[in-house]
RNA sequence: GCGAGAAUGGUGGAACUGGCAGACACGCUAGACUUAGGAUCUAGUGCCGCAAGGUAUGAGGGUUCGACUCCCUCUUCUCGCACCA
């Protein structure tokens, strides 16, 4: 009788959900272990990439249960955003259906993918059980001065109609990292939260086991420099300004001063016989698009501002220049230029006919007139007393030297900009700010919260926040003074959401805190997260963010969210690109899983390449899975083989045995499912082999069967449940210890060497271990190949590296 | 431009600290059992060659008894950042 998957399927999961296989317990003794997995958007129906991220995560969880841990695994679900809005309008239905709608479906999808989900811990972002402590926090946030509203040029996406972060405009073309529509700029009124303020500590991933690509781009994004700010005085002016440059040593070849065209002193400083030109490359400045702006193909433009600024050292008068080049977003929005010594500054100096004096000697000589600018080491020349210092020692004393004459001191900067976290749409967390025309900002009190979102309110996006159109929603009362006044009517960024809910899955329904401070203290950190790298400065850098802000807010006491990451590759369509409903290349589990059921394609994912790796979907290799898990359905249920027994012998066997046990074991750990599985294909082809043999008489062969299934539950948790129960036994497979291996065991009693003549291989000889190099010459001597490859010739060397290769240097 | 990573049969991919390249699969070829096969089993399958043998890990060089693995140069591809002072 061969294997009904679909059967076995239905009556273990039944059967796992009335005794609550899955359950994680609160009261069990034994060493926690939480395996989180990227909360899935309720975008409809789920589609390969979810089975991808998911089904190795779920092994992992089933193994570690299985290795003695008390394993909580949860699941929920990321139900605000946009996409449930824009569905919304088109099918002319309210988004929390939609969303709720999915959920069901989603979770029903997830469950015939066999995953050991705790339902219990389930969350669900939308509900206000949920963002009520998304409201919370926020206040808290507020309260220690963490989020704050700026008017200031922010990033915005026609399309989506809403204000986007800054990690979320992607791209040279500066896309939305949601629809792919161009972004362009407003000037708006915004809440942020101050993540700039752990720019510092986001940069030590000390004790994190993340990949370096991760920890890479996330030092990259927070762009650290080290320089130093001074000030400069402007000719004949009372104004001063400052400027940052990481160049200090190279302070004596600056020959103009650029501020950023929307600099405040560009007003003051200019003189009228240049306020027209002046004005009309601010004018057309803030026209271009960032995208020009920003492109480094672009030719630098700029114009005098008729002012003059004062070198610090020389007293020389510096020309003061507009450019776009210089952006008033970085740093203090003005530079100090040095054209000998920065590419950008050399470009506008030969435009402009600027000076371009050398202050860095590069070693192989001064090559005058410069083709491009030396970024390179050297001594100074031309700068004074400082001439003759070798560059880099000349930063640290002229930095010291300015810091004792206060003219300026030793600054850092960071490319990291406080996170935008206003949404100007409908469906999302509104934030609990009440604004009194007599109180100002007002935190909504906690016994008020949740905030509702309305759910009648009209959210066709107009480009203003659909809640301010609620006036149910928008007038209140101030809670301070009592007077009139009026909701803040933004939602938050969804990713506020994600910031924090392995906080909320260990106590999900709690609803005094965000979360059991009893129950975070126990679960908290995560011990293996598991997703996509496109979150690396997104999601990933929040949720680190929110937890060191939580830690100060004396929340919890942890300073890292997630102890190991690891990131699954993305699968693509079977023609080689993104999957997406577009191009009609989605793969639907749901039709593979009725074809091959859920074990085969669950074990195929983890089996076609390796997990990081991901790749193009093909279905076409599906079939070995299939065969695979039918021979180990026909040698655990005991079927007769239809090949001729080979006879091994019991030690041999059992070497076997314990060395895949050994191989699966590291494989599992390293997350190296696709030789971990092929290891078990080899070790079942070897047990069909000798099915029938005297082998298969014996107490070791069942042993070895038991541990064949035992290594595959995690991968094929149905079939293997319903051979274990086949196979005699009363408890869940599910419950059974992974099995061990026995050091002795691994240890070969022979060994087969190859013979290499010259480094080229001749013959292999099968003798037994920890022999000596004269043993092993003797017996490679005896072979007809090697002496006839030795014919003639004399030994020069003989290589012999211990029970490893013989190889014969001749000539 | 800067940074990170990758390149191995017809295909997906193995190869631990330098030690039998191509494990495990897909596909393909031939055969067995079959009314039938998209079931099962057997044999074969990098390339050239009837064979002995030669030759092969993107290209070229180097180190070594020995290189997919280490070093240098180059090519191609993927990803991230991109006038950040």
């Known amino acids: ?32 272990y939480y395996a989180l997995t990227m909360l899935p958007y309720t975008s409809g129906d789920l589609h390969i990439g979810h089975w991808y991220a998911i089904v190795p995560s779920d092994a992992r969880a089933r193994y570690k249960r299985m290795c003695g841990y008390n394993v909580l695994f949860p699941m929920g679900f990321d139900a605000f955003g946009l996409p449930a809005e824009n569905a919304a309008i ?3 239905i309210h988004p929390g259906k939609w969303t709720y709608a999915n959920v069901e479906r989603m979770r029903k999808q997830l469950k015939t993918m066999g995953a050991m989900f705790d339902w219990d811990t389930e969350i669900i972002t939308c509900d206000p059980e949920y963002y009520k402590w998304n409201q919370w926090l926020f206040l808290k946030f507020f309260e220690h001065g963490l989020a704050y509203k700026k008017y200031s040029p922010v990033d915005w996406c026609p399309k989506c109609n809403t204000t986007l972060a800054r990690e979320q405009v992607v791209g040279e073309d500066r896309v939305c990292d949601r629809c792919d529509t161009p972004v362009g700029k407003r000037e708006l009124n915004q809440w942020y939260l101050k993540i700039t303020d752990y720019a510092e500590e986001l940069l030590d991933f000390a004790g994190l086991d993340w990949p370096d690509r991760v920890k890479t781009m996330q030092t990259n994004w927070i762009g650290r420099s080290q320089g130093v700010e001074f000030s400069m005085a402007v000719k004949d002016h009372p104004e001063t300004f400052p400027v940052f440059t990481t160049r200090i040593d190279t302070i004596f070849g600056v020959s103009f001063v650029v501020l950023a065209p929307e600099h405040p002193l560009v007003e003051k400083i200019t003189t009228p016989e240049q306020a027209e030109a002046v004005k009309d490359y601010v004018h057309t400045a803030t026209r271009r698009t960032e995208i020009e702006r920003l492109s480094t193909a672009m030719e630098k433009d700029g114009v005098f501002t008729g002012a003059y600024a004062i070198h610090p050292f020389t007293g020389c008068e510096l020309p003061i220049y507009i450019a776009d080049y210089v952006l008033m977003s970085y740093g203090t929005g003005s530079i100090m230029a040095v054209p000998a010594h920065d590419q950008r500054d050399f470009d506008f100096a030969r435009r402009y006919n600027l000076p371009i004096p050398l202050v860095i000697a590069p070693p192989e000589g001064i090559n005058e007139p410069l083709e491009k600018a030396w970024t390179g080491q050297g001594k100074l020349v031309n700068s004074g007393s400082w001439s003759g210092l070798d560059n880099e020692e000349a930063a640290a004393r002229l930095t010291a030297d300015m810091e004792a004459r206060g003219l300026g001191q030793a600054k850092v900067n960071y490319r990291l900009r406080d996170w935008l976290v206003s949404r100007q749409r409908y469906w999302g967390t509104p934030i609990p700010i009440i604004h009194c025309p007599t109180c ?16 009648d309110a009209e959210f066709r996006p107009t480009g203003e926040s659909p809640l301010r159109f609620h ?17 803040e009517t933004d939602t938050m960024d969804t990713f506020f959401d994600s910031s924090w809910y392995q906080y909320r899955y260990v106590s999900p329904h709690e609803d005094k805190y965000p979360f059991d401070p009893q129950e975070v203290e126990r679960w908290l950190p995560v011990d293996q997260y598991t997703g996509g790298v496109e979150h690396a400065t997104m999601h990933l850098l929040y949720v680190r963010f929110f937890t060191k802000a939580m830690r100060d807010m004396g929340l919890i006491n942890i300073s890292e969210p997630m102890t190991a990451l690891y990131n699954q590759g993305i699968i693509l369509g079977e023609d080689s690109e993104k999957m997406s409903k577009s191009r009609g290349n989605v793969i639907a589990p749901d039709n593979l899983v009725q074809q091959y059921g859920a074990d085969a394609v669950r074990v195929y994912m983890m089996f076609m390449a390796p997990w990081e790796l991901g790749g193009p979907w093909n279905s076409d290799g599906i079939g070995g899975v299939t065969r695979f898990l039918n021979r180990v359905w026909r040698l655990a249920a005991g079927e007769p083989s239809e090949q001729a027994p080979e006879p091994i012998a019991p030690e041999d066997f059992k070497g076997l045995l314990h060395k895949t046990i050994h191989r699966v074991t590291g494989d599992m750990e390293s997350f190296k499912f696709n030789t971990m599985i092929s290891a078990l294909m080899e070790f079942s082809n070897h047990l069909a082999k000798h099915q029938g043999a005297e082998i298969s008489e014996t107490a070791l062969w069942q042993q070895a069967i038991d541990a064949l299934l035992l290594m595959l539950a995690p991968l094929a948790p149905v079939m293997t449940e319903e051979l274990w129960h086949r196979r005699g036994h009363t408890e869940s497979i599910h419950l059974q210890q992974w099995p061990k291996f026995d050091p002795e065991a691994l240890i070969d009693k022979s060994v087969t060497i190859p013979i290499q003549v010259n480094g080229k291989l001749r013959d292999t000889i099968t003798i037994g271990t920890s022999l000596d190099q004269e043993a092993v010459l003797r017996a490679a001597m005896s072979s007809a190949k090697i002496s006839q490859a030795l014919d003639n010739k004399n030994i020069l060397k003989i290589i012999w590296i211990q029970d490893k290769l013989l190889n014969l240097v001749v000539k």
């Open 1 to 32: 009788m061969s294997y009904n998957f679909s059967e076995s399927e239905k009556k273990w999961r039944q059967h796992w959900e009335e005794q609550g296989l899955y359950k994680t317990s609160r009261q069990k003794e034994g060493e926690k």
């Open 90 to 92: 088109k099918h002319n």
């Open 440 to 455: 100002g900002q007002v935190a909504v009190p906690e016994d008020q919260l949740p905030v509702l979102l309305p759910m």
């Open 471 to 487: 006036e149910g929603f928008l007038h209140t009362t101030c809670p301070k003074c009592g007077g009139p006044a009026e909701r």
